[in-house]
C-alpha cells in the first residue's frame, strides 16, 4: 500500500483532522466552512447566491446542503430567503455573526494549509485541481483566483 493514491487519502484525512480541531472551538466542522466560504466567495462576485449554487461551488448534493444550510441559519450565522421570482429557490447570505466566524475560519484553514502544504503551494493546488477536474469534478473558482481550497 504504497501507491500515491494511498498516500494521498491518508494525506487528506490528517489534513481534515487538523482542519477540524482548529475549526472546533469555532463550532464548525470542515463542512460547514466549506459551506460558509462558499457563500462568502459567491456573495462577492455577484451577490447573495441560491442554495443550488453553493451547492455547485462546494461539490456537495442538494440534500446535504440543505441540512448544513438550515443549521447554520438556525445558528444565526446565514439568512435563508425564498426568491422572489421561484418561491422554492432559497437565497443565502451570510448574517454579520456569520462573516465575522468565516473570516476567522479561513485564517485558521490559511495557516492548517501552511503547515501541510507549503507557504507557495500553488503548483499543488494547480496539479489537485487538474486531478479533480479529470474525474469530472468542476467547482466555480473563488473571485479573483483560479480555484483551490475552502478560500
Do not use: C, N
Not at 63 to 70: C, G, L, Q, W
Request: glycine residues 12%.
Amino acid at each position: 500500500m504504497s501507491s500515491a493514491g494511498f498516500w494521498l487519502h491518508h494525506a487528506a484525512l490528517s489534513w481534515r483532522a487538523d482542519l477540524a480541531g482548529r475549526l472546533h472551538p469555532l463550532g464548525l466542522t470542515p463542512t460547514q466552512f466549506l459551506h460558509l466560504a462558499a457563500v462568502a466567495q459567491l456573495e462577492e462576485q455577484h451577490g447573495p447566491p441560491i442554495q443550488q449554487e453553493v451547492a455547485e461551488r462546494t461539490g456537495s448534493d442538494r440534500m446535504m446542503t440543505s441540512k448544513v444550510v438550515r443549521g447554520l441559519a438556525e445558528r444565526g450565522l446565514l439568512a435563508r430567503t425564498p426568491t422572489e421570482d421561484d418561491g422554492r429557490a432559497i437565497r443565502l447570505a451570510l448574517t454579520a455573526s456569520g462573516r465575522e466566524v468565516t473570516v476567522e475560519a479561513t485564517t485558521i484553514a490559511a495557516e492548517v494549509d501552511v503547515r501541510y502544504f507549503g507557504e507557495d503551494a500553488e503548483a499543488l493546488r494547480d496539479r489537485l485541481r487538474s486531478l479533480a477536474r479529470a474525474g469530472g469534478v468542476r467547482p466555480a473558482p473563488p473571485p479573483g483566483q483560479g480555484g483551490g481550497g475552502f478560500a
